[in-house]
């Protein structure tokens, strides 16, 4: 079964240091896309970036990169030039095998906490 | 402009009432989500559209009763509800379910308290 893994409950970074959030990830499909979220206090999830098992190179949006290791089935959020406003939940998820659905399967989060 | 709205942000009822939360997006998403999340918890899927057909129902109790009346908007009406439904309520939209890895854009949320 499909299976998205956050080990790290909690993450401490100082401001403008960079930091890695790790993902693992489980399927059979290979065919799938992996995705990260980030959730402020506010609630709201917001799309950072995506990651598809056929891209040849790793995604990258700003200060976002995505360490996409495929043999280690990893897709680790890397975070350049920490901001205060990073502080938030991040959320790891997976399309559902097949992706007729569209539906994600989340990771359990990671809570980063930028520090001045 | 990936915005989603949702109305309203916060909402407290009693576990007789009936109310409804609204979700809107003006982005030509054919998709529409709606999700649970409890405090430091993952989303969980509840109901999935696709060109305004439900779609998916994750088991959901009839006291949520998911209804799209057109491609823009999305409600979710509540009835009978438990205090253990009082979760922030997630609305989403994508381009469409299938065919392609379309990320889903989300709403801020309803913040539901059940008394």
């Known amino acids: 079964a499909q299976k998205i893994t956050q080990t790290q409950p909690g993450m401490f970074v100082q401001e403008k240091e960079a930091v890695t959030l790790d993902c693992t990830y489980d399927t059979s499909d290979p065919s799938y896309g992996l995705f990260w979220y980030k959730q402020p206090s506010s609630g709201e999830m917001i799309f950072l970036i995506y990651?598809?098992?056929?891209?040849?190179q790793n995604a990258t949006e700003g200060r976002y990169s995505l360490n996409f290791q495929k043999a280690r089935k990893s897709a680790n959020l890397v975070i350049s030039a920490s901001q205060l406003g990073d502080s938030a939940m991040y959320f790891c998820a997976m399309r559902e095998e097949g992706g007729a659905t569209n539906k994600l399967i989340f990771g359990t989060g990671t809570l980063l906490a930028v520090q001045p | 402009d990936t915005e989603v709205t949702q109305t309203p942000k916060h909402l407290v009822m009693g576990m007789t009432n009936k109310k409804s939360l609204k979700c809107e997006q003006h982005m030509g998403h054919r998709a529409m989500y709606w999700y649970k999340q409890k405090a430091k918890k993952p989303p969980e899927l509840m109901f999935v559209?696709?060109?305004?057909?439900?779609?998916i129902n994750e088991s959901v109790p009839s006291r949520f009763s998911p209804e799209c009346p057109n491609s823009s908007l999305l409600n979710l009406h509540l009835h009978a509800l438990q205090p253990e439904d009082s979760a922030l309520y997630l609305c989403?939209?994508?381009?469409?379910?299938?065919?392609?890895?379309?990320?889903?854009?989300f709403g801020p949320g309803t913040r539901l308290t059940v008394t």
């Open positions: 559209y696709s060109y305004e057909k439900l779609s």
């Open positions: 989403a939209s994508s381009r469409q379910l299938a065919g392609g890895s379309y990320e889903q854009y």
């Open positions: 990651q598809g098992s056929y891209d040849q």
